[in-house]
T-cell receptor
Framework: GAGVSQSPRYKVAKRGQDVALRCDPISGHVSLFWYQQALGQGPEFLTYFQNEAQLDKSGLPSDRFFAERPEGSVSTLKIQRTQQEDSAVYLC?????????????FGQGTRLTVV | KQEVTQIPAALSVPEGENLVLNCSFTDSAIYNLQWFRQDPGKGLTSLLLIQSSQREQTSGRLNASLDKSSGRSTLYIAASQPGDSATYLCAVPSYGQNFVFGPGTRLSVLP
């Protein structure tokens, strides 16, 4: 596709429910990032993949958060037993190389509301 | 730990004004700095990427400068238009392979 695609765009979950958020990066992009953005704040790093390898998950806030990219393309961010503090916009980004001097392209995000 | 701040937090200007948005970072050992635009309820759109070896980048009415030694970058917007209204975020790569973002500057350009 032409850009990074995320689905769903909006998700309302009841507290305690599990959710799965999908990211389709730009075709051929090596690097994939997940970020969490609370209202009125900048995005905060969650995790990073280089192809299928999850090289950095230091930003995941708890063991309820899990991300995978099994074939080095599409990625899924799963949140188990959602809590109200998980309400945020979840952004996915990809870049063409593993090196950090390449431009990152972001998707539209998934707005998660936990009620 | 890399920290990024942006000043001002919000800015409201009449159409046609030239304006400057500021970004500061604590660790000058960066590969690059990227400026993004975010419209309400939308994702981030990349505006400019400045490599560490560059001092500035230009795209249309936008000009971004980078001073690594002082840990600062500025985004200059010439002849502002109502369509420029958005939140502007700067980001720098941190240790490992991720970006650290500033909190953003919320810009309103009034017709």
């Amino acid at each position: 596709g032409a850009g990074v695609s995320q689905s769903p765009r909006y998700k309302v979950a009841k507290r305690g429910q599990d959710v799965a958020l999908r990211c389709d990066p730009i075709s051929g992009h090596v690097s994939l990032f997940w970020y969490q953005q609370a209202l009125g704040q900048g995005p905060e790093f969650l995790t990073y993949f280089q192809n299928e390898a999850q090289l950095d998950k230091s930003g995941l806030p708890s063991d309820r958060f899990f991300a995978e990219r099994p074939e080095g393309s599409v990625s899924t961010l799963k949140i188990q037993r959602t809590q109200q503090e998980d309400s945020a916009v979840y952004l996915c980004a990809s870049s063409s190389e593993a090196a950090m001097n390449t431009e990152a392209f972001f998707g539209q995000g998934t707005r998660l509301t936990v009620v | 730990k890399q920290e990024v701040t942006q000043i001002p937090a919000a800015l409201s200007v009449p159409e046609g004004e030239n304006l400057v948005l500021n970004c500061s970072f604590t660790d000058s050992a960066i590969y690059n700095l990227q400026w993004f635009r975010q419209d309400p309820g939308k994702g981030l759109t990349s505006l400019l990427l400045i490599q560490s070896s560059q001092r500035e980048q230009t795209s249309g009415r936008l000009n971004a400068s980078l001073d690594k030694s002082s840990g600062r970058s500025t985004l200059y917007i010439a002849a502002s238009q109502p369509g420029d209204s958005a939140t502007y975020l700067c980001a720098v790569p941190s240790y490992g392979q991720n970006f650290v973002f500033g909190p953003g500057t919320r810009l309103s350009v009034l017709p």
